[in-house]
């Protein structure tokens, strides 16, 4: 049984301008730019939601883009892209690869900016088929977690409709064609801590005058690897990472310092605390046992909340998605360790819908090793290699999934 959402999706999608919206996404790989700088991308998203007959307004937020349709009674329903761009200097060899240095769209945000604008574009020629509010988003600075507060602290909810349910979707590695779904926790909160060891500088040769940070530093990073092992229990996901760490400046100087950054992926409050709390402990006995003149400063920095889809209405998306692209395409993979900050958008427990779209590109595919779907999905480039370049085959049926979404939550 096809509904009337699924049915009016495939209407309205069937005669997109393919050969336009693969030029405007073509453009913006090109013109990749990094978080709270997202200045061209806004333009053009607006300039399109604006020529659509959208109410629009830009800088909200930063560089947040905002376009509103009203269209008669009925829900107010917000769609959700994020704009920004890594600082990864590409290595796809693609003809429309990044023409700024160290910046690529390594994480497909250039593909979900042009999947909102095809969806904004056919859900407002086809306003006859449904009623309500659209809200089409373009958030900023989703890869360093302050985007989506910004644009809530700038009075997202003042100025504009507040929604009643709010809908997004990622680009993802995998066979193109796939809808990865999962009806409450899908991914996890993240942490970011930084720890700076204070030792006593001195000359190389003569430890005995020194108190060495880098030393410290490196059983500190050690000793770190058991929290996750030996302090969190078995059946409580969690990740600690440490992604940096520095100190010195020459082979023959011992450091008065050493810096270490790490980051943590939770799914519950409790592990947060706990581990946030088994650091700071473990830092101070490091540098007490190695005799630090001072106690190590222990900050803790930019943090991701955990991503919890609404069950009914993720299942109620889902449904219609097996529905436009069958039930085959459907998977649940259940919750990811990776982080976003769209969940912020929902302040005050509104219910929202995120789920991946995949979009490795069939080449890329079906040169990667292995033999099973699990192998090669660890083989394909990944969100952030400079080797991840989802394929323009994943246009219209991204844009299909937001439409199809937008109308099971819009009235008829
Ligand atoms: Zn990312
Ligand atoms: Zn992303």
Redesign the pocket.
Known sequence: MTSSAARVALDLTADLPVGSLEDFYRDLHRHPELSLREHRTAAKLAGRLRAAGYETAEGVGGTGVVGVLRNGDGPVVLLRGDMDA?PVTEETGLPYASETPGVMHA?GHDLHVTWLTGAAEALAAGREAWSGTLVVVGQPA??TGEGAALMVADGLYRRFPRPHVLLAQHAAPGPTGMYAHTPGLILSAATDVDIVVHGRGGHGSRPESTVDPVVTAAYLVTRLQTVVSREVAPRDPAVLTVGRIEGGTRHNIIPSEARISLNLRTQSHDVRERMIAAIRRIAAGECAAAGCPREPEVTVGNSFPVTVNDSETDRMISAVHAQVFGAATILDPGPAMGSEDFPRLAEGGLPYSYWFVTSTSPEQWAAAPGNDLMEKFAAVPS??SPHFAPDTVTLVPGIRAMVSGALACLAR
Request: charged content about 35%; aromatic content about 0%.
């Open positions: 890594l994480c989703e890869e969100n952030h």
